[in-house]
Nanobody, 125 residues
Framework: QVHLLESGGGLVQAGSSLTLSCVSS????????VGWFRQTPGYEREMVAS????????KYANSVKGRFTISRDNIKHTVFLQLSSLKPEDTAIYYC??????????????????WGQGTQVTVSS
């Protein structure tokens, strides 16, 4: 397993952008696929985007296609989620997660074995 730490969340207005970051405390995410999920109270955790190792393949939820971009910097051992054209319905706690499944990148929460603590994203209208 790897220990993950998310950062970059915050309170923004609708239409704004944010970039979330996910790093491993061990300093390496080599050979791990990484996914971003989000969850709001009373709802199941939803896959937002995932990226394979070393980053050649990605997947997105239909609700964020064209607005969110997942990427990774393998030198800095960081996975990013760029959020743009944010909507109030994007408000959630965003989690990053790591999976040993490589390609195609997994998209089911059960396929991920390590999770971060989450970072709150709040979008005001």
């Amino acid at each position: 397993q790897v220990h993950l730490l998310e950062s970059g969340g915050g309170l923004v207005q609708a239409g704004s952008s944010l970039t979330l970051s996910c790093v491993s405390s061990e300093g390496a995410l080599d050979y791990w696929s990484v996914g971003w999920f989000r969850q709001t109270p009373g709802y199941e955790r939803e896959m937002v985007a995932s990226i394979s190792w070393p980053g050649t393949k990605t997947k997105y939820a239909n609700s964020v296609k064209g607005r969110f971009t997942i990427s990774r910097d393998n030198i800095k051992h960081t996975v990013f989620l760029q959020l743009s054209s944010l909507k109030p319905e994007d408000t959630a706690i965003y989690y990053c997660a790591a999976s040993r499944l490589t390609s195609p990148p997994p998209d089911q929460s059960t396929e991920f074995i390590s999770w971060g603590q989450g970072t709150q994203v709040t979008v005001s209208s």
